[in-house]
């Protein structure tokens, strides 16, 4: 015998990953108590070795194109792995793409973001998952379309396959905007709409970065004589024909493997005006509201994910004759890193409830500078937690690498970091009640924190000069998002939790890298609510 195997961390698994205080808080406060035992099935289901078995499965095998069949015909076919179909069966089963419309009781939001957090065992499903739960307020605004497509995008039966949508159990919708020119200034797009004499529109031009080509229907934006204009695109016609969207490739990306992204060219491709012509950013943009939120909905979960990845490897391990997690050093990294993903996690969830209760003017510019710090920090936060693990972390097996890769991805979709910043300058000099709603919200915190108390002002003192706040519209985003996440975990988090946040990243006393908090916080209690109970 060579060696002795010892001293190994046991495989995570056989835990609720709904299993979160900051999580079932927030259901409870933000009205959705009653979806508890729901998000706990879904929660204990991502946790068990099959599932996560699955994700990694769907990871290691990408989708492939066919782009023809053996005789030469065009066919633009996405094969998946099994395990992508047991993923998203799972996911659409449980609701995360249409609950909220097709059963709008008080909360349903809120559940279904917890649910879309729990089940986070690979990121790539939930792309074609987000953008269908997207999809049907934007369609709302063409009635005729919405009374056919609305059920089968909220039916709860995955049903894969190219075959016209009518026939089908269910169907899944994606969207179509980017170009190889414009990236975010969609306005540059040059595909274009021409009208036939029975109301449809013929599309002629290319999609640079069109995710999940095997759905069922597409939100495509072109330019018709009208201006800019949303399109409802299906991928094959009532006849059973395919209609012309070309695949050219699928993308060769650093992350989210497992879902396809393709190039499209449309060769008189048959849609559907949604909405105006001329209107189509306004009619898409919630739409691109709904993705983001997700957006923050996923980077809470990685966060989360590498945390618990993080505290269970130290709550195992053995360093220099005691457990790793026992070293006052480990416990500070431990112990940022929580704070972080409950942050993280609580804004999230109150950005939901704010989507229940259709608070527009406060969601309009929390969500802009959310999207834009929660989507900042996970990258740094996986690499802290990577790094928890030493060279076992750097190594696939850990599953923290897969996380890496996809950490950046929610911070570029649906708008990059300067988008999401100068979104915030847009909300605030168009529509000045967003920035009152914002204020109104974080001031229900006065008086409990000196540091936030501070914060809030210097807030407001950096919106006075006007002249450069175009080069500063990042560190404003950063503010506000800091004094929203301390307000919020002030009045409703663990008050260790929020002590520690507020002394960190508000008073000052903090460093760059995570494991920099000061000293006489309550780091014990921090890192116990983080550590995830197995069996």
């Not at 919630?286 to 997700?294: G, H, P, S």
């Not at 500070?332 to 608070?359: H, K, P, Q, W, Y």
Request: net charge negative; charged share 20%.
């Amino acid at each position: 015998m060579t060696h002795e195997v010892f001293n190994q961390v046991p495989p995570l698994a056989g835990h609720d990953v709904s299993d979160d205080a900051a999580l079932i808080d927030g259901l409870h406060r933000e009205g959705a108590g009653w979806a508890e035992e729901e998000v706990r099935v879904l929660g204990r289901l991502a946790g068990t070795e099959e599932a996560q078995e699955h994700g990694r499965l769907a990871n290691e095998h990408p989708p492939v194109l066919r782009s023809h069949d053996r005789y030469g015909n065009r066919i633009d076919v996405v094969e998946f792995h099994p395990s992508w179909h047991y993923l998203m069966e799972t996911a659409v089963g449980h609701g995360l793409h249409g609950r909220p419309w097709r059963d709008p009781k008080p909360g349903a939001h809120v559940a279904r973001a917890a649910k879309f957090y729990s089940w986070r065992v690979d990121a790539g499903h939930g792309c074609p998952i987000s953008m269908s739960y997207a999809a049907v307020p934007a369609l709302r605004l063409q009635p005729d379309l919405a009374a056919v497509y609305e059920p089968l995008l909220t039916s709860e039966t995955y049903d894969f396959g190219l075959r016209a949508p009518l026939g089908k159990a269910g169907v899944l919708a994606g969207m179509s905007m980017t170009e190889k020119q414009g990236g975010s200034d969609v306005r540059a797009n040059t595909t274009t709409a021409t009208e036939r004499p029975d109301g449809s529109y013929r599309l002629v031009g290319h999609k640079w970065f069109t995710s999940a080509p095997m759905c069922d229907l597409f939100l495509t934006l072109a330019q018709a004589p009208g201006g800019l204009t949303c399109f409802l695109v299906p991928r094959v016609l009532p006849d059973g024909s395919l209609n012309p969207l070309r695949l050219m490739r699928l993308k060769d990306k650093l992350g989210n493997k497992s879902n396809a992204s393709s190039e499209v060219e449309y060769d008189q491709a048959v849609a559907w005006r949604v909405g105006d012509e001329g209107r189509g950013v306004r009619t898409i943009i919630e739409m691109v509201n709904l993705t983001r939120l997700d957006c923050v909905i996923g980077a809470a979960a990685g966060m989360r994910q590498g945390l618990i990845l993080a505290a269970h490897h130290a709550a195992h391990r053995q360093t220099f004759g005691r457990t790793l997690s026992t070293h006052p050093l480990m416990q500070n990294v431990l112990a940022d890193l929580a704070i972080e993903s409950e942050a993280a996690t609580t804004v999230m969830t109150r950005l939901a409830g704010a989507t229940d209760r259709g608070e527009t003017a406060f969601k309009r510019l929390a969500l802009a500078i959310t999207k834009y710090w929660v989507c900042k920090r996970w990258p740094a936060h996986t690499a802290e937690a990577l790094e928890c693990l030493g060279g076992n972390g750097y190594v696939e097996d850990s599953g923290l690498p897969r996380l890496f890769r996809e950490s950046p991805l929610n911070s570029i979709w649906e708008g990059s970091g300067n988008v999401a910043a100068l979104d915030l300058l847009r909300a605030m000099a168009k529509e000045p009640e967003t920035l009152e709603a914002f204020f109104a919200e974080v001031e229900l915190a006065s008086g409990a924190d000196g540091n936030l108390d501070a914060a809030i002002r210097q807030a407001k003192d950096s919106l006075l000069d006007l002249g450069t706040i175009e080069l500063r519209a990042r560190r404003i985003a950063e503010r506000f998002a800091l004094i929203l996440q301390a307000s919020l975990l002030v009045r409703h988090g663990h008050p260790a939790v929020a002590d520690a946040f507020c002394a960190s990243r508000l008073g000052g006393d903090w460093g760059i890298a995570f494991g920099t908090l000061p000293p006489g916080l309550n780091l014990a209690t921090i890192i116990d609510r983080a550590t995830p109970k197995i069996g």
